[in-house]
């Protein structure tokens, strides 16, 4: 079996080196495939890229475009699956792009990490290596799609996340979790078994490859997106050089879970959403809001009123992490702004997860 396993350095690239500093180390990539071939035999033959190697903090779309370009050009007949050894801190982000960029595969491809280094007794990198693998084997997961694969610290437990649903990695327990606490699946053993909940998509929607959408060659970010998130205190003043003189090309805005920011009714408020994307409409630059539940909502608050009123765009029923990534590449890839509109609101590869249309109540979880 032939996997495409693409090191691109984060924790399960490190060791710890002097002063306890961690840092990549460029033979991490043979460790880990010369201790499969000890434990588990030479059933996996590992065409091995390496497109870059850094911690994922340091990541650009520089690195995102090589990594995407980097699968497309050596993914060749007969492969299983594309395998991605990832940093923690932005494997959110690219496990997002990749949905996006290659969606229309059909192979699986999965992301995995590590919690420690890998000569680190405490480490899952490992663990997290041979469960990636053992899910592109098994003949029941999926065989296409993007996925990330990560063993929690508390329980164990190695859980099965769909790329365009994973949200940030956890602080205080280097754990990952998917959009509306719904992971996709686990791996039992050498074994995947999908969780059935009514969100996730069955293996028959997984087993053909999405449509590819996202045609240019190279793929092209905007990095002229600027992304806040909401706090008391929060000053849009402190940006209006940037929306005047049409330094960026939208607004991405995080809300509160409840759907909602700040909006003052005194005239110039400092702290006044509505009053900022009005500014913005002025400059002809969009304000996106997510995350945002659905339009109608009967919980909806009056700060959501104004704020709808003001002319702000929800992207609804989607993570931060890919919310942002697809506005970054609708604005990098295309032109007009029907294609850009058409774009985000398209269904790419599962981004969307409508939890009231599945029968989620606000206060209780029907499985």
């Known amino acids: 079996m032939k996997i495409l396993t693409i090191f691109t350095g984060g924790t399960i690239g490190t060791i710890q080196g002097d002063n306890y500093s961690i840092d990549v180390y460029d033979k991490t990539p043979e460790m880990l495939m010369e201790r499969y071939a000890r434990s588990a035999g030479d059933d996996v033959e590992f065409i091995a890229r390496t497109p870059f190697f850094k911690l994922s903090e340091s990541i650009t779309p520089k690195e995102l475009t090589e990594l995407v370009s980097c699968v497309e050009k050596n993914l060749g007949e007969g492969y299983a699956g594309v395998l991605i050894l990832h940093g923690t801190d932005t494997m959110a982000y690219t496990a997002s792009t990749l949905s996006f960029a290659l969606s229309h595969l059909d192979v699986p491809v999965v992301l ?19 469960a990636s693998i053992d899910f592109i084997k098994d003949q029941y997961a999926p065989k296409s799609g993007t996925f990330v694969v990560f063993e929690n610290n508390h329980d164990r437990r190695c859980l099965v996340h769909l790329g365009s649903r994973i949200l940030q990695a956890e602080a205080f327990n280097d754990e990952f979790s998917s959009l509306g ?23 028959a929607e997984l087993k053909t490859p999405r449509p590819q959408r996202l045609k240019k060659v190279p793929l092209t970010f905007a990095d002229d997106v600027l992304a806040l998130f909401p706090y008391p205190g929060l000053r849009y003043d402190q940006f209006h050089d940037l929306v005047d003189n049409k330094k960026i090309k939208a607004v991405v805005h995080g809300m509160h879970h409840s759907g909602t920011a700040t909006v003052r009714k005194e005239e110039e408020s400092p702290y006044c959403l509505a009053q900022f994307i009005e500014r913005c409409a002025k400059s002809g630059i969009p304000v996106y809001s997510c995350p945002s539940r659905e339009k109608l909502m009967v919980e909806k608050y009056i700060t959501s009123h ?3 009123d003001a002319g702000i765009r929800p992207i609804e029923n989607i993570s931060m992490p890919a919310a942002l990534t697809k506005i970054m590449l609708a604005y990098g890839n295309f ?33």
Do not use: C
């Open 181 to 203: 606490g719904v992971y996709y699946g686990e791996m039992t053993g050498t074994k995947f078994r999908r969780l059935e909940d009514r969100v996730n998509p069955s293996n």
């Open 112 to 130: 995995t990490g590590a919690n420690y280094p890998i000569d680190d007794r405490r480490s899952n990198g490992f663990r997290n290596f041979v």
């Open 306 to 308: 104004d704020l709808l």
């Open 335 to 367: 032109e007009h702004q029907n294609e850009i509109d058409y774009f985000l609101k398209e269904e790419i590869n599962f981004e969307f997860v409508d939890f009231r249309r599945a029968g989620y109540g606000k206060h209780r979880r029907n499985r």
